[in-house]
């Protein structure tokens, strides 16, 4: 992780005091990253070049706790005129987000442009609605009714409910109503993401153990997420190897990363800039992003049904088939399927470019969050790093440890499941979850001996 800067200079400059006078002026972040996809790779990682990695090889100047606080009093300054600027407002609210700072100076702005919010372009709507729904729900409740009727796009209409929802769980009837109301309100998969919000099933337990031996394509890793839901907290990934054995330190332990799958919105996988979803995704190499707050490290690159191919997704040369939301649930088991739905709506939606990155963000901007120190994304899923405060260089990842485990066999294809348990706070390695793996790991080995018999017998 990012090591905070020491409370009298850092905390100070969130206050807007103890900043030294800037000697010049960094180019505009890209603070729109918060509500949109992660970037597009520069570069590509062969297996080889992982395992070779250092993290002496990495750094990211702007990191460096001089930079860093130069670049938070450019933006506070530039704060108030952004925030007078009806064409800037969406970067100035991106802004407030990231560094979670001056959110009351961002409320009466955002509430002002809420009214005719109907009559501007989608993505406006969607930036200033995402803005509503992280810092505003309960304040921009009373000006989202009216406006709800309004909003064609399924997205837009959709992150007003949530937010509705988020001020007030009595709002469910409602907007139950207000979605039959809509004639795509059936078929469009963010509003039936929507329905099942609004109606939850009962909640139900399934074995974690029928996961974690869920067979996929035998030879290649899995990348387990488990998170809590609402994503409020730290989650655990653990890595089941090429082998089908879950990998262990030197010491016997299981191999265990912490990783955040929270976006910064808080809105769910459906939504553009939500959470990561629940579900199976296929991951298809390792690069390094063009992205001022995920760094050089490499990420994983993992990837939604409909983003890639059913062939791609399943690692197959076979181009003919095509997807069905039957051929995705057959390659989960049955009792997981309902609970791992989100990410087959995600990638209907259009969702893209959600990746397992490190990060560059300081994580004492978020300092008295649940999750702290993880840093929240745009919906990818974030190990921790640390990086110098001298001169930027990384002294340690979380984000190479996985990737290095991923491709020790020489792999770098293989599957993420990102999947909730239920509990409040971070995701530890407790007996229960020593017990699954064990259990996944028998299950494994019990499916393997009639083939392993098979390939013993004489012809």
Known sequence: MNRPPPRRTFLDALRGRGVPEL????????LALLLAACAAPEKRHSPAELQAYRSADFSWPAAAQRAELSMLALERE????RLADPTQLPAALAAIMLFNIEIDAGRAPLLAALPALSAQPAERQRLLLTAAHTLYAADAAPLLWPLLSKLAGPREFSIAAYTLLKADAAAAPALREALRQRADCCDEPRLQALQAALDPAAASEPPLAELLAVPLK???????????P???????????????????DADGQLLQIPQLALARSGLPGTITAGNTPRGLFTVRGAGTAGNRWIGPTPYLHSMLPIESSLAEFRHEAEQGQRWSEAAYDALLPASWRVPLREAWLAGLAGRDDILMHGTT???AYYRGEPYFPGTPSAGCLVAAEQWSETDGRLLASDQLRLVQAFSADGHDRGFLIVAELPGVGAVSLDEQLESAVRAAEHQMLEARKPSMATQGSPR
């Open 78 to 81: 530039r704060l108030p005129q």
């Open 23 to 30: 000697k010049q002026r960094l180019a505009p972040c890209l």
């Open 230 to 248: 609402g994503r409020r907290a730290m989650g655990l990934a653990l890595l089941r190897g090429a082998d089908g054995r879950f990998v262990r």
């Open 218 to 228: 035998p030879g290649l890793p899995v990348v387990f997420s488990l998170q809590r």
């Open 361 to 363: 963000i300081n994580p």
